[in-house]
């Protein structure tokens, strides 16, 4: 009886406690208060707010992203706070996430206070996409023993991370501490760590040339990524066997060598593989029949296709690109592989016909077979591949005519068609008209005869300016194994940029991100005859157009400064006559123009644009006068009395001077705001003259990077 009045007592007085406290905070108007039936109100613990504060005291938070982190009364709950989570129980904070975003500026800055301390249950640290400018990683957040995730992904940390940092993180199952260039993972070839990781992403973390024997300790993970990370070693081959798990593996950009074993076990389903750009050699080896992306690209392997293609099942991506492999495909898209999205074989030394079977590769968007030696026609068969938007066969042996079932109907998807340099024969069919999201043409290098066809004007994506998509996504999917038959189950789709390589201003270059800006119609080094038909100044997106080395005759078409977004344009070595139509100088965005050795006639267009080429762009036409070259026109003075502050020549002895660089610096400085410093130079009028041409190429250049991305040089 006494015990039951003292238990009721006790409860009672727990419950006014409660209450007060209650009608306290909520009093002075607390954010919604986690009021629960039942459940106390569960709020920070003042000792951890007050080690949140400080942490705020010394970041850098430049746009007010933890502007709910205030010391007053009404913000007193820091579970409540921006990327705050507390344990409903404890109260205690387990999570701490204050990543940015890639690609936007709000990032936070300064200096992570050891007050992280205070935080002792926490969980979960994410600080990816901030700016931590290069400062060590501190040593503290080894103390954090309780912490399953660590992310600090491009958060511009350097330095080395230690054993010492890791020593007791025995709960550890992620850590990310990708794109922190130069960063350096530090750790024993012996050490075995006190963690069973899940996840290592390690990309763009450096890790000496030796394979991290650490590896060797962890038999659980999942996902791997140490691309670039400065490898330079066998992989030993007691990584294969170390997780069953492994369902990532990335190991791009490293200088890894040697032969790969038999890999048709040592994955979990479905995985995604990437060796590229590496240097492993010998046969290609067996991968799983349900490898869902494998790149193997830019590395040595040799030999034929053939026992790889006889192991495999469905591999939506494949990447083999740039080895030395040789012989023919044989079935290997026929019976071999199938469930091809996306399939690339360009830089090889492959022989004999292209024989592919679209039934059971229906799916296929990107087909490279770039630079290889296959002969033959182009398959008929891949007339069933209708949702393609890559065909890149160029530079292989292949013969016949373009195909006229190469149409818009066939492939309405189609955007870039490039069978250069090959022993095409025939003329261009007017079909290839129809090919309504075509962006990138390039037949030349061929033996094409015949005129160009009138419709050009019927190639819509080309009629239109710009670009709605700077990318344009190959889809990939890794669903379960799909019988050819039973239809297609999209699973846990994912996207690749596709690409293309171009010849552009002379140089191969790849586009990956801005393929889709790219829009160019390349039929240079052929038999075209005819004139140049009106219709091509309707394609008013083109920012390349290459008709040179064929047999063109007739004139410049008036309009061709409609393509204001021309950016290259070769009509050289053709027999084009009359004069270049003066509205030329209008194509303001013109970087590369050539008009040489034709038959064109009268005075070279001597105001805007058309003055920033040299005499080069219009070599070769006996009737061609005016700057840039030396024949007078009828009624001209002769410049060499330095009446004509434009006329200056490319030959003066100032080029040495004058270089791209000094340019490039003077430039940079113009708009730094130098330009009294530099404002004397300018006054000379061979200066202002080239300063001016330079502005005028550095749009071009700077046009040309902004629109077209970082162009690689290859081969
Ligand atoms: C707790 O409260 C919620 C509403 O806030 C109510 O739906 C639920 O039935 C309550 N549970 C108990 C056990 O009283
Ligand atoms: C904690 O509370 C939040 C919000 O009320 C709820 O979503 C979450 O499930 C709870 N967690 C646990 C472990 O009870
Ligand atoms: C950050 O981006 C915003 C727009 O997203 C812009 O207004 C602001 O000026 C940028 N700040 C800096 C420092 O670049
Ligand atoms: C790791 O834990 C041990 C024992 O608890 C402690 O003495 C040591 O200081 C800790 N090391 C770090 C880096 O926190
Ligand atoms: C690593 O962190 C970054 C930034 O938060 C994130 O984008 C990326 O997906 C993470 N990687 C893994 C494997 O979780
Ligand atoms: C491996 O990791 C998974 C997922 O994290 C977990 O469920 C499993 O228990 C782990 N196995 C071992 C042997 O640690
Ligand atoms: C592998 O890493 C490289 C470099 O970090 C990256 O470009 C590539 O996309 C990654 N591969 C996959 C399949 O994610
Ligand atoms: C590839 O083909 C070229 C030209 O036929 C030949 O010179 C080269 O040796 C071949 N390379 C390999 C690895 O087969
Ligand atoms: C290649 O294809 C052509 C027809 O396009 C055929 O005549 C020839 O026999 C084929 N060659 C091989 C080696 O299959
Ligand atoms: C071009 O388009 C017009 C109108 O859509 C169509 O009538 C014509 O047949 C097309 N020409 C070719 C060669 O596709
Ligand atoms: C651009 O992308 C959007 C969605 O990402 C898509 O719906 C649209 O069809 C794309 N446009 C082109 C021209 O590819
Ligand atoms: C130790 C080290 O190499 N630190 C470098 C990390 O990267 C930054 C920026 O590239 C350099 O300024 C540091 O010198």
Request: net charge negative.
């Amino acid at each position: 009886m006494f015990s039951n009045s003292m238990y009721l007592l006790l409860v009672t007085v727990i419950i006014l406690l409660f209450t007060l406290r209650c009608t306290c905070t909520t009093g002075t108007g607390l954010l919604s208060p986690k009021l629960g039936n039942g459940t106390m109100i569960v709020k920070c613990i003042e000792k951890e707010r007050l080690a949140l504060l400080k942490l705020k005291e010394e970041l850098v938070d430049e746009h007010g992203r933890l502007s709910s982190w205030r010391a007053d009364e009404q913000y007193k709950d820091c579970c409540l706070w921006y990327g705050i989570q507390c344990d409903n129980a404890t109260g205690h904070v387990t999570v701490l996430d204050l990543h940015g975003s890639s690609g936007n500026n709000k990032s936070l800055s300064g200096k992570i206070s050891p007050s992280l301390l205070e935080l002792e249950d926490l969980e979960y640290l994410d600080l990816s996409f901030n700016d931590f400018s290069f400062k060590q990683v501190p040593e503290f957040i080894g103390s954090l023993s309780k912490l399953t995730h660590l992310n600090f992904a491009s958060a511009s940390f350097s330095g080395l991370i230690s054993e010492a940092h890791l020593l007791n993180l025995s709960r550890l199952q992620v850590l990310n501490l990708s794109f922190n260039s130069n960063l350096t993972l530090d750790l024993g070839n012996d050490w075995i760590p006190p963690f069973q990781l899940d996840t290592i992403a390690l990309a763009r973390v450096k890790m000496g040339s030796p394979f991290p024997g650490w590896l060797q300790s962890q038999r659980n993970f999942s996902y791997i990524d140490m691309s670039y990370a400065g490898i330079s070693d066998t992989i030993p081959i007691w990584f294969w066997d170390t997780s069953p798990r492994m369902e990532f593996l990335n190991l791009s950009y490293n200088h890894i060598y040697g032969v790969l074993p038999d890999l048709s076990s040592k994955f979990a389903s479905h995985p995604r593989i990437d060796l590229s750009s590496n240097d492993l050699s010998g046969e290609l080896p067996s991968f799983p029949r349900d490898v869902k992306f494998l790149d193997l690209s830019k590395n040595k392997f040799r030999g034929s296709i053939y026992s790889f293609c006889n192991n495999a099942g469905y591999i939506p991506y494949l990447d083999l690109s740039n080895n030395f492999l040789s012989g023919e495909l044989a079935n290997c898209l026929v019976d071999g592989i199938y469930g091809l999205f996306y399939f690339n074989l360009a830089n090889n030394n492959f022989s004999g016909n292209i024989s592919i079977a679209c039934e059971r590769n229906r799916m296929l968007q990107a087909l490279h077979l770039r630079n290889n030696y296959f002969t033959g026609e182009i398959p008929t068969a891949l007339i069933n591949c209708q949702i393609l938007k890559v065909i890149d066969l160029g530079g292989n042996k292949l013969s016949g005519k373009i195909p006229d079932w190469i149409t818009g109907v066939s492939f309405p998807q189609l955007v870039v068609l490039s069978l250069r340099s090959n022993e095409f024969h025939g003329t261009l069919p007017s079909v290839l008209c129809s090919l309504t999201s075509i962006q990138i043409l390039d037949l030349s290098l061929n033996n094409i005869s015949g005129p160009i066809p009138k419709c050009l004007n019927n190639l819509t994506a080309l009629t239109v300016e710009g670009s709605s998509n700077a990318t344009i996504p190959i889809m990939y999917d890794g669903g379960p194994d799909i019988t050819p038959g039973k239809g297609l189950i999209l699973r846990d789709t994912q996207f690749s940029p596709a690409s293309a390589f171009l010849i552009w201003k002379g140089l191969v270059s790849e586009y990956r991100n801005s393929l889709g800006l790219v829009k160019m119609i390349d039929l240079s080094s052929n038999y075209l005859d005819g004139e140049i038909p009106e219709q091509v100044t309707s394609l008013k997106g083109l920012i390349g157009l290459n008709l040179s080395s064929n047999n063109l005759v007739g004139s410049i078409p008036t309009n061709l400064y409609q393509l204001r977004l021309l950016n290259f344009l070769d009509l050289s070595h053709n027999h084009l006559s009359g004069s270049i139509p003066s509205t030329l100088s209008e194509l303001s965005h013109l970087g590369v123009l050539n008009l040489s050795y034709n038959n064109l006639s009268g005075r070279i267009p001597s105001k805007g644009h058309s003055l920033t080429f040299d005499n080069s762009s219009y070599l070769g036409n006996s009737q061609l006068c005016g700057l840039p070259l030396t024949l007078l026109c009828p009624g001209d003075t002769n410049t060499s009395t330095g009446g004509d502050e434009d006329g200056m020549n490319d030959h003066e002895p100032l080029d040495e001077l004058f270089n791209e660089g000094f340019y490039i610096s003077m430039a940079l400085g113009f708009m730094f705001g130098f330009w009294g410093l530099i404002g004397s130079l300018v006054l000379n009028n061979t200066f202002r003259h080239k300063f001016f041409k330079f502005i005028s190429k550095f749009e071009d250049w700077l046009y040309v990077k902004l629109a077209l991305g970082k162009a690689r040089l290859h081969r």
